[in-house]
T-cell receptor, first 114, second 115 residues
Framework: DAGVTQSPTHLIKTRGQHVTLRCSPI?????VSWYQQVLGQGPQFIFQ???????GRGNFPDRFSARQFPNYSSELNVNALLLGDSALYLC?????????????FGEGSRLTVL | GENVEQHPSTLSVQEGDSAVIKCTYS??????FPWYKQELGKRPQLIID?????GEKKDQRIAVTLNKTAKHFSLHITETQPEDSAVYFC??????????????FGGGTRLMVKP
């Protein structure tokens, strides 16, 4: 079975630009979460979506938004990029909404903002 | 919100020795505590987890203990091997229909196992 897949794997943007990151969960998983991992730190929760509805939001500005599609894939959008948005963005999928089981992470999208 | 503190930030051991990483959490409602291993440039991968109705769990060379009263949990790796070298993250979560399954991670511990 394919694991969680994310695209693109690497990208470089300049300040003020917009970025869209994509995630496909493991087949059968209905929940997708997004995490930001700044170099040298632990992942920080951004959003969780379950059955296409937002179920959790971390302490991130409104420049960050996300959505989940009928096939359970997801997009993370970041507007008006800042230098501090440079990070590894991790997508994780799980079967259920609550902690009924393991979160499976993708390899991440490494965003560099210049 | 939940706050997870992790110590030490770096840990160097000799091959064959044991390694212990400790975490504390702030929210007494947290009830799920996973540990993730992240190798350089790779995704975090679950190595062991424990729920609040259990005090200890073991899987081969890895064990986790949980003290709910003190709100701390620890990862124990015995007979360390060079391939155990990685960054380890603890995390905490609570089963809550409003909170979903958001994980709050610690800051990570870089474990180095010297041959």
């Amino acid at each position: 079975d394919a694991g969680v897949t994310q695209s693109p794997t690497h990208l470089i943007k300049t300040r003020g630009q917009h970025v869209t990151l994509r995630c496909s969960p493991i087949s059968g998983h209905k929940s997708v979460s997004w995490y930001q991992q700044v170099l040298g730190q632990g992942p920080q929760f951004i959003f969780q979506y379950y059955e296409k509805e937002e179920r959790g939001r971390g302490n991130f500005p409104d420049r960050f938004s996300a959505r989940q599609f009928p096939n359970y894939s997801s997009e993370l959008n970041v507007n008006a990029l800042l230098l501090g948005d440079s990070a590894l963005y991790l997508c994780a999928s799980s079967w259920g909404q609550i902690n009924t089981g393991e979160l499976f992470f993708g390899e991440g999208s490494r965003l560099t903002v210049l | 919100g939940e706050n997870v503190e992790q110590h030490p930030s770096t840990l160097s051991v000799q091959e064959g020795d044991s390694a212990v990483i400790k975490c504390t959490y702030s929210d007494s409602a947290s009830n799920y505590f996973p540990w993730y291993k992240q190798e350089l440039g790779k995704r975090p991968q679950l190595i062991i987890d424990i729920r609040s109705n259990v005090g200890e769990k073991k899987d081969q060379r890895i064990a986790v203990t949980l003290n709910k009263t003190a709100k701390h949990f620890s990862l124990h790796i015995t007979e360390t091997q060079p391939e155990d070298s990685a960054v380890y993250f603890c995390a905490a979560s609570k089963a809550n229909n409003n909170a979903g399954n958001m994980l709050t991670f610690g800051g990570g511990t870089r474990l180095m196992v010297k041959p």
